[in-house]
């Protein structure tokens, strides 16, 4: 008899067996809770994190991480700076208001490369996903989620081709 087991994502046990796992390479997948990376990420969206080596993330990658208070997230890099001699990452969710903070690598322990929503798959390498990601960072660095011109530009993106499928 099969007996399964979910973890919550918000668990010690989740994030350990995450940090284990990729620590020796393999990927793991789960399913998104909350909504702080809508709209390219919902709530419910099957995620694939990949092993990342440590300090290789960069502006834009999507990474699941331990923040500062102990929760286990998949937010996205915003920007990079060394503090007091090491690499730290800045690291915010895309439908908030403020960063989670500014962590070492150590506490990442992979990139998300793929959202998989209603049996469809979305590699987050392909170009127009990076591009909704650079335009991601450029909002939360700016702050320009408030201005109303911004909000305008992504009532636009969701409305082309190229960008409808992944913001729909």
């Known amino acids: 008899m099969l007996v399964q087991k979910s973890l919550e994502i918000d668990s010690p046990a ?3 067996l995450c940090s284990e796992l ?3 390479g393999v990927a793991v997948r789960f399913r998104a809770k909350g909504d702080s990376m809508a709209p ?7 995620l694939s ?3 990342l080596p440590r300090g290789a993330a960069r502006a834009g990658d999507v990474v699941l991480f331990r923040s500062q208070i102990g929760y ?3 937010h996205r890099v915003i920007g990079q700076c060394r503090q007091e001699g090491s690499l730290r990452f800045t690291i915010q969710g895309d439908n908030l208001q403020r960063a989670d903070g500014v962590i070492p690598p150590e506490r990442i322990y992979g990139k ?3 959202v998989e929503r209603g049996g469809v798959a979305f590699s987050l390498s392909e170009p127009p996903m990076m591009l909704l990601g650079w335009l991601a960072v ?4 700016w702050g ?10 992504g009532r636009i993106a969701r409305q082309l081709l190229p960008f409808a499928r992944y913001l729909a």
Not at 40 to 46: E, Q
Not at 138 to 141: L, P, Y
Request: glycine letters at 6%.
């Open 138 to 141: 450029v909002q939360s660095r």
């Open 144 to 153: 320009l989620r408030r201005r109303r011109w911004w909000r305008a530009v």
């Open 112 to 114: 998300v490369v793929s």
């Open 40 to 46: 390219l990420v919902r709530h419910g969206d099957t």
């Open 72 to 74: 286990t997230l998949a």
């Open 22 to 24: 990729l620590g020796i």
């Open 14 to 16: 989740f994030a350990e």
């Open 49 to 51: 994190v990949e092993p």
